[in-house]
């Protein structure tokens, strides 16, 4: 009963940015597998460019997956979150529909204006994206905090200039030890020549 609906709600979808149908029509008949843990969905590219949901069995030709933190980053307009969504099988495909997910827009005041008049949805729309731009703002603070935990009082992720440092003295460590190796092998040679000289 919910995939219906939901195939209802990407057609909505397509149909409010019909400027994305060319981009998915030459991928008709492809399905992606979207895992945004702990949900997953199938959905299938239609002869028509439109989107819909697909069986849970349907063989799928790649697959994105978003971790949850990954998706805060994402709302959060992290420019570089995009590059840490793993994407398998046919990857020309998941970047496509992925570049077309992210650039759709939902103009739900439009909706909205059906269901309560035009005045009302106005102000909906206003305090839906007063809303949104507060939660972002605390998205963006959250993760920043808590980068800086982990950072600072339970160390799990490396600042990038110990990292940096730890590479520097990994590499004094390796030359000096190279050093001390061709100095080791000077005095094995002389000793060898004192035994020689000796017997």
């Not at 008709?28 to 969905?41: E, N, T, W, Y």
């Not at 030709?61 to 099988?89: F, N, Q, T, Y």
């Not at 269901?115 to 959250?142: F, H, P, Y």
């Not at 990292?163 to 190279?178: H, M």
């Amino acid at each position: 009963m919910i995939k219906p609906l939901l195939t209802r709600l990407l057609g909505h979808l397509i149909n409010q940015n019909s400027w994305a149908r060319p981009h998915l029509q030459p991928y008709a008949g492809k399905h992606i597998r979207l895992q945004l843990f702990p949900v997953s969905a199938t959905l299938v590219v239609l002869e028509d460019g439109g989107l819909a949901m697909a069986g849970d069995t349907a063989v799928y030709d790649a697959s994105m997956r978003i971790s949850p933190s990954l998706a805060l980053r994402l709302l959060a307009k992290d420019a570089s979150a995009h590059s840490e969504i793993v994407l398998e099988g046919d990857t020309e495909f998941a970047i496509a529909l992925g570049k077309v997910l992210q650039a759709m827009s939902w103009d739900y005041e439009e909706d909205l204006s059906h269901v309560v008049g035009d005045v009302a949805a106005s102000q909906i729309s206003q305090r839906l994206q007063e809303g949104v731009a507060a939660t972002r703002k605390q998205a963006v603070n959250l993760t920043e905090m808590a980068a800086e935990f982990w950072q600072e009082e339970q160390p799990l992720i490396a600042k990038k200039r110990h990292v940096e440092a730890f590479n520097r003295d990994v590499d004094t460590l390796r030359d000096d030890v190279g050093r001390l190796e061709k100095h080791i092998e000077k005095l094995s040679a002389r000793l060898d020549a004192l035994l020689q000289k000796q017997s």
